[in-house]
């Protein structure tokens, strides 16, 4: 009975919604929700990518892109040069020029960071399309031009 009531309210909550704009793809994210269609999407699995080939990033679209929160939306949970209301759950990446890490590994970190750290919180950026492969290199050469 309460499973058939539950239906019911779930029925009319979607029946009030109908007309409304169709709603965003999300299946590209990892979802924690039971209930929503994105948690019922298998989470993908963590992809070492290398680098390939010379970087050919540009730092000021590395910038745009790392700042639009349509896009790496990376502020909000690291503090990078120029960017306003960062967040503070990654490191801060100011100075990430001078951390002597390499185009290689700074670009395999940005694709899937899960390869380093399986618990980690940062989205999947490459693994999961948020940006292509050359928005990745140019977001890797603002991070590498940040000293
Ligand atoms: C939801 C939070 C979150 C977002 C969004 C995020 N990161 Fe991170 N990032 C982290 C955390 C947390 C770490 C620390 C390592 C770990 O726990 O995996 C990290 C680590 C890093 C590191 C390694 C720093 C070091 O010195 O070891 C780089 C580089 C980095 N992030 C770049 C980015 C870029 C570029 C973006 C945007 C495209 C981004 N991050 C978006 C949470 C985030």
Redesign the pocket.
Known sequence: MKAVLTAVLLGLTFAGSAGAQAPADYSAFPCLSYSLPCGKAATRKPVKKALEGPLNGNAGKGKQ??FARDR???L???VMPGGSQP?S???D?SH?GS?G?SEAE?YA??YD?RT??P?????P?GTND??TDQELRD??A??LSSK
Not at 119 to 123: D, I, V
């Open positions: 892109i790392a790496g939306n990376c909000a949970c690291h967040g759950r990654g490191p990446l990430y951390s890490r700074t970190m940005v960071m380093i750290n618990e980690t919180l940062m989205p950026i948020i940006l977001v890797v603002f991070l």
